[in-house]
């Protein structure tokens, strides 16, 4: 009789201590620049523009960063993608799924131009048939953390011209 084996199933987390400082900073930076922007107001004085603009700007950054980094602070379960080990292996993310012989490249990089890309970096998987794809890790997966995981699980499945650049 026999048994195949269990595909391994690893779920990539985000790194504990990025999460609570990212959700620390995020949500002291909005009372700081709230107050900043208060005296500001307050003093009536020529300088006081820029405080008022660095306020305001700070608030909008703060803001932007604790609302689009919500579902990595506030979910249980912080799971960011899954890797299906073997030779019919595959990454999986919440809305999508790639098999290793598809991936060319894999790099944690900023993406694109947008305000979210300034803040954030993401893992960018650019495939065989030319397509790149975004998963999202809000900062709170370290290149040289997720390193080990694409040399052991992804490369000696992936593409033969494929190459991995951290």
Known sequence: MKTESQPLIIEIKGNQRLITIGLV???AVIPICALITYYAFKSGYT?????????????FFGCYFLFHSSPVFFNKNKVLLRIISGAD??????????PFNEIKDINIEHKGLTLRSWLYYDIVIRTTQGKKI???TYNVLDAEDFKPYIENYILPFKASSSNFSS
């Open 47 to 59: 300088t006081s523009l820029l405080g008022v603009l660095g306020g305001v700007t700070g608030l």
């Open 89 to 98: 292996g595959r990454i999986v993310s919440d809305k999508i799924s790639i």
């Open 134 to 136: 975004r998963i999202p």
């Open 25 to 27: 900073v995020s949500i």
